[in-house]
């Protein structure tokens, strides 16, 4: 069973997923959970605790969850990983909750940034986690640099998701990640 604060994470995460950060009221989250304003405050003193718990309790453990499997493969990660990425199949329209929420808050403040970056920096090291193995195995060149590629698999993922929002469609996603295929083992 679940807690009231975790009652107002959850409806708080898909309501600003759906809607955006500033078009999401506290009114709105209050309603939906059936909680009052002094219960909301009893857990969270302001949206912005509630913005970086979302983050931090909801989007980051998501991304851990979603590339666990990666931790015990020996070999074959990244092909493993570009197949993690193929098998999104849901929430075009919506766009990345992650990503979202950078277009959104990341010059906003300081805190909220921060907890941003750090979900960005988890990526960054699964992926070049990744790439690292894929180097040692001799699945891929060895001459590729790891960080930069780490950067261009979170960018390639990003607009992919970006565009897929405008269009409401997997279709541009799914070119994106077929660009990664052809990056990593087809130049």
Known sequence: MSSLRDKILDIA????????????????????????KGGF???????????????NERIYPQTIKKYESLETLKKDKLKELLKILELRKNNFDKGCPLGNLILELSNIDEDISKALQECINSWQSIFENCI??????KEIKNDIDVYSSSLF?????QGGLLLSKLSKSNKEYIKCIECLYKYFFKL
Do not use: M, R
């Open 132 to 137: 690292k193995d894929a180097i040692k195995n």
């Open 41 to 55: 405050y009893h857990h969270f003193s302001s949206k912005k605790e509630l913005i970086i718990a979302i983050i």
């Open 13 to 36: 995460y898909e309501e600003i997923y759906t809607n955006g950060y500033n078009a999401t009221g506290l009114s709105t989250i209050l309603t939906k959970s059936n909680v009052a």
């Open 153 to 157: 698999i979170i960018s390639t993922i």
